[in-house]
C-alpha cells in the first residue's frame, strides 16, 4: 500500500513538473508575428487574450481583428468593419481609405479608433465581441489621422490624433464623440518629421506618450515622452528614439522602417511593443515588395523609470528572447478549394464588392468572378478578390475556366501593388486562338510581355515568388506540364518604385475592359505555399 502511495505521488509530481514546463515561459519566436502588408499596429489585452488591429486602406472588408494567446501567434478573428455603411471605399485611390487604426478595450467594450482619409475623417467603433458585430462608426470632427482614445481615472475621456506641429489632445464625451474641450497641442516629440501614431500609457503616476517619428520609411522611429500632467509638458526619454533602425545599429538589418508602435503588459507583467517595419529584399538594396508587416519585441519597463525595447531599440528576425508559454493555433490551409460558402479572412475585395459579382454556391466547389467593365487599372471595385504576399519565396497556383469568346474579356491572376503597378497572368480569347498573356504594368510602362496558346478553355495559371522576381507560367490542361512563359523583377512592384501604404497582392480577377460584359469566370482552387 505504501508503495503505490510513493508511485501515485511520483506520478503526481511528474504530471505537475510537466504542467509547470509547458507553461514556463519559452524562449525565442521569428518576427514578423503578422507576415504581409499589416501596418500600424495596435494591440490591447482582456485577461489572458491579446486582440490587435492592422490598417487595410482601399481593400474591403476593413481593418483585420487578430487573437492571440501568447503575443506571438496569432490567428485573424474578423474585421471591425464589414458593411458598406461603415466603410464608404468608393473610387478611394489606392492607399487611401483606412489609416492606422487603435484597439482598445474599457468598461466591457472594445474600440476601435481610426480615419477613413477618403470619407468621413475620424471615427471610432464599438464591439461586445472584438470578432464581432462592430457598430456603426461614431464620427468626431476632428481633422488629423491616427486617432487613439484615452481614458483617464477621473472618467475624463480624450482623443489623442497626430498633427504636423506634434500630438494634439482633445476632450470628448464618448457617447456622442463631440469635443467638449479645445484640442491641445501637447508635445511635438524630438523634433523627426511626421509626429504621429500617438498612444498614452499611465504608469507610476506619470502619463508616457509614445509616438512615431521621422515618417513610416527608412527613418522611422519610436519616441516616448512623460508628464504628471495630461496636457504636459512632456519630458522626453533619455534613451529616445526608443525603437529606430535609423542609425549604424540598424544599418545592416533585413528589417527597416520600424516604428509606429503600441504597448501592452501581459499577465505575467512583462511589457512588450507591436510595430510596423519592413523586410528588404536584401541587405544593402533597398527595396520590400510586403509592405509594412507587424513586428514584436519585449519591452523592460521598471517602476518609475523609461521603458527600453529589446535592450539597445533593434530587433531581429530571430528573437532569442523568453517569451510568453506559446500557444499556437492551427494554420489555414494553403489551398482554398473553394468548397465553402464563404471566403477565409485571408481573402480581400479592392473597395466596396458589387456582391453579385461573386458567387461560390452557383457552381459547386468553384469561385465564380464575373467580369466588370473595371480593369485592374482603374481606381474602382475592380471584379477581383486577393490575399497578401506573405513571403518573398512563395507560390501561386490556381485552376481557371473562362470560356469567354469575346476578345475584350479576360480573367486569371495578378500581382497587384496598385493600380499603376501590377503583373497580371490573364487567359482571353484572340484571334482564333485561346491565349496566356503575361501583361506587365509598371506606372506610364504597359505592355504584353508573352503569350502562349492554350487548347480548350481550362487553364492553370502559376505564379512562383523569389527575393528578386516572379517566374509566371501556365499549363494547357490537355499538355497538363507548366510552361513558362517569362520572369518580372519584384523590385518594380515594391513601396520604394510605387509608393504607398500597402503590400503586393495575389489577385484573382475578371474584366470586360471598359466594355459592358457579364463573362463569368470559374476558379476551382487556390494554392498558395510559402517558404518562410
Ligand atoms: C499612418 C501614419 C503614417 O496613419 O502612415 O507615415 C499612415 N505615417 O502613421 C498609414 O499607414
Redesign the pocket.
Known sequence: MMRFHMVQTAICMAAILCMATTLQAQSGYKNPIIRGFN??PSVCRVNDDFYLVT?SFEYFPGLPIYHSKDLVNWQQIGHCLTRDSQLPLQKAPASAGL??PSLRYHDGLFYVIC?NVSGGGNFYCTAVDPAGPWSDPIWVDINS??PDIFWDDDGRTYFVT?GNEGIRVTEIDIRTGKTVAPERLVWGGIGGR?P??PHIYKKDGYYYLML?EG??EYMHSVTIGRSRNLYGPYESCPLNPILTHANRRGQANRIQGVG?GDMVQAQDGSWWMVFLGFRVTHQWVYYHVLG?ETFLAPVDWPAGGWPQVNGNGTVSLEMNVPTLPLQPFEKTPAKADFNEEKLHFDWQYLRNPIRELYSLTEKKGYLRITASPHTLNDADAVSMVCRRQTEHDFTAETELEFNSSKENEEAGMTLIQNNTHHYDLLFRKSGDKRVVQLRVRVGSLSYIAAEGEVKGNRVLLKIEGSPDQYTFSYADLQKKKPVELGKQDTRYLSTEVAGG?TGVMIGLYASSNGKPGSAKAYFDWFDYQVKE
Open positions: 501596418p500600424d490598417s489609416y492606422a480615419t489621422i491616427d497626430q511626421f504621429e501614431a512615431g515618417g513610416t509606429h509594412r501604404f
